[in-house]
């Protein structure tokens, strides 16, 4: 791979700052790209790679606003060709140049896409796709949207940004609080859609960028809760992830994890996050699910789960961001606190309240494993194979088999 996805992120959140075109920004990254396959073909990879990437493409994009073209096309602005130009001229040995010696924008350009200007439903495929390096072809599987519905989507939000001369300052001057809604969602939405592709381990890329971005939102807001919440629950879901897996691979539900398999210092970095939270006096959607997350990894590790504060903070989810996932979770912990018969009641009245459910994977499995203890064997079976048909991941599907 010559260009990870960070590094995406990072490349063309630095050259983007200086106009806001992020159209720009990657064409004059694809051009590197394109320049560097038969460059390092001959003469090998640099030492530096994404200081090679990212010279090229500040240099091809240079080109493009000192250009004949660009000149008829708009008013030249020398401050802005010395943001661009940077310190070293164009005669610098691109290897020379280092992305990590330079400030990080990607979390200014994550404000930028949520602009109010910017159409909501734009907004998390337009930070999925500049700051996080996915094609469109990825948000459009993960987000279960055509491909050529997410397409039109990016090329009218980068016009957008374009039209709205938008000027990456500081998070302050970007009204970064008013749009952290918008770039929770997309951090959590890049970590979500890894966590359910990636294997037993966090792969270098999306998982490790969610990690990064979650811990920089709480450092540049440490007053706001969510921000830490956030945090919290990528930190601790993270940290299992060695866990998983068994040895040979196969699928390890939470209930039967081993902890001493999960990460020690992500746990504890989630712990001081969702400490942080109750300092700040506000606990939101993210704060909630990380004490849940939390509270279920305490139960595994003492033997014994506290199911009816699981309930109230579910409940508590529930008034504040209710969702068909957070609805089913609820549904077995109630079973745990009033018995099967209570969360199966839970998830017949999620199916009166919307057809939803009926595509829902862990929805069929809880009412498998709930139809199991109340002895209805054969309904069981039945929604234990409408489960087996809805799951895609090889190792759970083998889990659910296993199942009688």
């Not at 401050?79 to 290897?95: C, F, K, L, N, V």
């Not at 990607?106 to 896409?113: F, I, N, P, V």
């Not at 890894?194 to 807001?221: D, F, H, K, N, T």
């Not at 700040?280 to 849940?292: D, N």
Request: charged share 25%; aromatic share 4%.
């Amino acid at each position: 791979m010559i260009l990870t996805q960070d590094g995406w992120g990072t490349i063309i959140a630095l050259i983007a700052a200086a106009d806001g075109d992020i159209s720009g920004a990657e064409d004059a990254l694809s051009a590197a790209l394109e320049r560097a396959v038969s460059a390092w073909r001959e003469q090998g990879p640099p030492a530096n790679p994404e200081g090679w990437l990212y010279r090229v493409a500040l240099n091809a994009r240079r080109d493009v606003w000192k250009s004949a073209a660009a000149r008829t096309a708009t008013a030249l602005d020398e401050e802005m060709i010395d943001r661009i130009d940077g310190s070293s001229g164009s005669g610098a040995d691109p290897a020379d140049h280092d992305p990590d010696a330079l400030p990080d924008r990607r979390l200014e350009l994550l404000a930028a896409c949520a602009h109010p200007d910017i159409d909501p439903p734009a907004r998390p495929v337009l930070m999925l796709s500049a700051v996080m390096g996915m094609t469109a072809r990825q948000i459009a599987a993960a987000m279960a949207l055509p491909a050529a519905t997410v397409s039109a989507r990016l090329t009218r939000a980068k016009k957008r940004i374009a039209g709205l001369g938008v000027d990456f300052g500081s998070p302050d001057r970007l009204d970064l609080e008013s749009r952290l809604p918008d770039v929770h969602e997309t951090i959590y939405g890049a970590f979500a859609i890894e966590w359910a592709q990636a294997a037993a381990q966090p792969r270098e890329g999306m998982i490790g960028e969610a990690l990064y971005l979650s811990r920089l939102v709480a450092q540049l807001c440490p007053g706001d809760g969510e921000s830490h919440g956030l945090a919290a629950l990528i930190h601790l879901s993270a940290a299992r992830f060695p866990a998983r897996r068994s040895g040979d691979g196969r699928f390890v539900p939470l209930s039967a994890q081993d902890p001493n398999r999960w990460d020690g210092p992500l746990t504890e970095a989630g712990e001081r996050h969702l400490v942080e939270v109750h300092r700040c006096g506000h606990v939101g959607r993210f704060g909630l699910e990380a004490a849940i997350q939390l509270l279920h990894m305490a139960g595994i590790r003492t033997g014994s789960t506290d199911w009816p504060m699981l309930l109230r903070l579910h409940d508590d989810l529930g008034q504040i961001a209710p969702s068909l996932g957070g609805s089913v979770s609820r549904a077995a912990v109630l079973a745990e606190v009033n018995g099967p018969a209570a969360g199966l009641a839970a998830l017949d009245a999620l199916d009166a309240d919307s057809p939803r459910p009926s595509a829902f994977q862990p929805a069929w499995a809880l009412r498998a494993h709930l139809l199991t203890r109340l002895g209805r064997t054969e309904d069981a079976a039945t929604a234990r194979q409408r489960a087996l048909d809805l799951t895609t991941d090889p190792a759970e599907r083998a889990y659910l088999a296993g199942l009688t």
